[in-house]
């Protein structure tokens, strides 16, 4: 909980703002109609992007209290024809290069791995992307080293990232699932 703008007081709400250090923090009962109505509206886009339950729509980290990251995310997963995956592997490799995880001592993540996410192939509905935004730049020769065992396998990085701060994103591709439609030019 952090403080609210229009009250002062610690209670639950979300960043409202671009940027980290920019964002004003309001609470849900100083939230003014506007701002309702912009939550109301991403977390209706999010449906068919991100898992919900009874209590809403599973926002990952950073989009969880930033409303900007949220607008930025689904414009993101929109663009690359992606909705959230789940996997129980830690690297997300198997599970991006056989649709599950196929070994059992998949402890070992690299440095690189920092706010991540694994989505699924709106188009193919199979685990197409292991994304990870890291603080540091990150050299595409670690990340290329990291998935060597995975001939289905591709990998991007660059400065696209909808985290911000700063990040830049690490994107692991699994090109046969990947929307042909999104597909960079080779």
């Known amino acids: 909980m952090y403080t609210c703008e229009g009250c002062g007081r610690s209670r639950q709400g979300?960043?409202?703002?671009?940027?980290?250090?920019?964002?004003?923090?309001?609470?849900?009962?100083?939230?003014n109609a506007d701002q309702k109505e912009l939550i109301s509206s991403l977390d209706d886009r999010a449906r068919g992007v991100l898992n919900r339950d009874a209590d809403g729509v599973?926002?990952?980290?950073g989009p969880n209290i930033y409303v900007q990251m949220r607008a930025d995310l689904l414009e993101w997963a929109d663009r690359h024809d992606l909705k959230s995956g789940n996997t129980?592997?830690?690297?997300?490799?198997?599970?991006?290069?056989?649709?599950?995880?196929?070994?059992?001592?998949?402890?070992?993540?690299?440095?690189?791995?920092?706010?991540?996410t694994t989505w699924l192939s709106?188009?193919?509905?199979?685990?197409?992307?292991?994304?990870?935004?890291?603080?540091?730049q990150v050299d595409?020769?670690?990340?290329?080293?990291?998935?060597?065992?995975y001939p289905t396998l591709a990998a991007e990085v660059g400065p696209e990232s909808w985290y911000g701060a700063g990040t830049s994103g690490v994107y692991i591709w699994n090109d046969g699932n990947r929307s042909v439609a999104v597909r960079p030019p080779r």
Do not use: M
């Open 58 to 61: 599973h926002w990952p980290y």
């Open 88 to 116: 129980g592997c830690s690297s997300g490799l198997h599970w991006l290069d056989r649709g599950r995880c196929a070994k059992r001592e998949c402890q070992g993540r690299p440095g690189f791995y920092d706010h991540t």
């Open 140 to 149: 595409p020769a670690e990340v290329w080293e990291s998935i060597s065992e």
């Open 122 to 136: 709106r188009t193919t509905g199979r685990p197409a992307l292991v994304f990870n935004q890291p603080y540091s």
């Open 14 to 31: 979300l960043f409202f703002g671009s940027g980290i250090g920019d964002a004003k923090w309001s609470c849900w009962r100083c939230q």
